[in-house]
């Protein structure tokens, strides 16, 4: 195992020998002091704190992938409902009318998930910048 470039692994031997008892505990010993080495490390890292301009980028970019997904998930809800609908060539549902009705379903679902949509959007939005001391990010 590697943290931050030190390795964590203790090698064992497959003999047992009073000497392999004595590398084993030389070993340890070595693996404490990477563990340590490690943990001061990781502990010496100080989180970085965001600025009022980078958390407000930050949230209109989660705001725009957020509206970005749930017109991706209502494009394949329409998608999935127009299969149900029976092909009649009569009425021109060839593929160029499939063509065009998958360019209006991406439009017309992009444009209802921007005008508030089923609400989903605004539900990972919240999500994702609701700032809860318990949740690991």
């Known amino acids: 195992m590697q943290v931050d470039g030190v390795y964590l692994m203790p090698r064992t031997s497959s003999t047992n020998s009073s000497s392999d008892g004595a590398n084993m505990i030389k070993e340890e ?3 404490q002091a990477q563990l340590q ?12 704190v965001m600025t009022t301009e980078e958390v407000a980028q930050r949230n209109k970019d989660i ?14 809800l329409y998608n999935e409902m127009w299969k149900t609908v029976p092909k009649n060539e009569l009425f021109g549902d060839g593929t160029a009318m499939e063509i065009y009705r998958d360019m209006y379903n ?4 992009k444009v209802a998930a921007e005008g508030g949509g089923i609400g989903l959007a605004d539900y990972i939005y919240r999500q994702l910048t609701e700032t809860n001391p318990h949740k690991l990010y």
């Open 37 to 48: 080495a490690a943990t001061n490390k990781l502990d010496s890292k100080t989180p970085k």
């Open 63 to 76: 705001k725009e992938a957020s509206v970005q997904l749930e017109a991706l998930l209502l494009k394949m």
């Open 106 to 109: 991406e439009e017309l679902t």
């Open 29 to 31: 010993a070595s693996f």
